[in-house]
């Protein structure tokens, strides 16, 4: 019992570890680059997580996901670092370009927007929708489009501390 109790201390442990050493580096490089830092709010899902059995491997990640939102939150804010949190929801089934709802798979983890044809691994489509909610958040609206690059000069115009 002893042993299994140490054990689960060595794991939230670690994880502690991590996430703070995740979001330091995030919101390091975010001022580096002077960036703002747009994140999914995971509250709801964390909140469903909670309604699950519990067994130690859920508690984990529960944890893991709300001090990850803490520290990159508390971070940000003690490095004046300009950050929003958006609606999850869709985040991997919306056309980043056209907003359109509803891509089809057209392989593994690969989807397509039917309307404006265009085409991404599922994970750069989440994180891409992500990046324009939050620009939305923030009002900023690139003339070139929600996927015009950061380096744009456009961009470079609302970066604070220019
Ligand atoms: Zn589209």
């Known amino acids: 019992m002893r042993r299994i109790r140490s054990y689960h201390e060595k794991a939230r442990n670690i994880l502690n570890d991590w996430t703070r050493k995740i979001s330091l580096e995030i919101?390091?490089?975010?001022?580096?680059?002077?960036?703002?830092?747009?994140?999914?709010?995971?509250?709801?899902?964390?909140?469903?997580l909670r309604k699950l059995p519990k067994d130690h491997k859920r508690k984990l990640i529960i944890m893991g996901y709300s001090r990850f939102e803490r520290w990159i939150d508390w971070q940000a804010e003690k490095n004046s670092v300009p950050y929003v949190k958006v609606d999850p929801?869709?985040?991997?089934?919306?056309?980043?370009r056209c907003d359109y709802r509803g891509l089809e798979e057209v392989g593994y983890r690969r989807l397509r927007c039917p309307r404006c044809g265009f085409e991404a691994d599922r994970d750069v489509i989440g994180k891409l929708n992500v990046r324009k909610r939050g620009l939305r958040k923030l009002g900023i609206y690139p003339r070139g489009g929600a996927l015009t690059p950061l380096t744009a000069p456009q961009m470079t115009d609302v970066a604070p501390n220019r």
Do not use: M
């Open 27 to 48: 919101v390091r490089l975010a001022k580096e680059l002077r960036y703002a830092i747009s994140r999914e709010d995971l509250t709801n899902l964390i909140r469903s």
């Open 89 to 96: 929801n869709g985040t991997s089934s919306e056309c980043p």
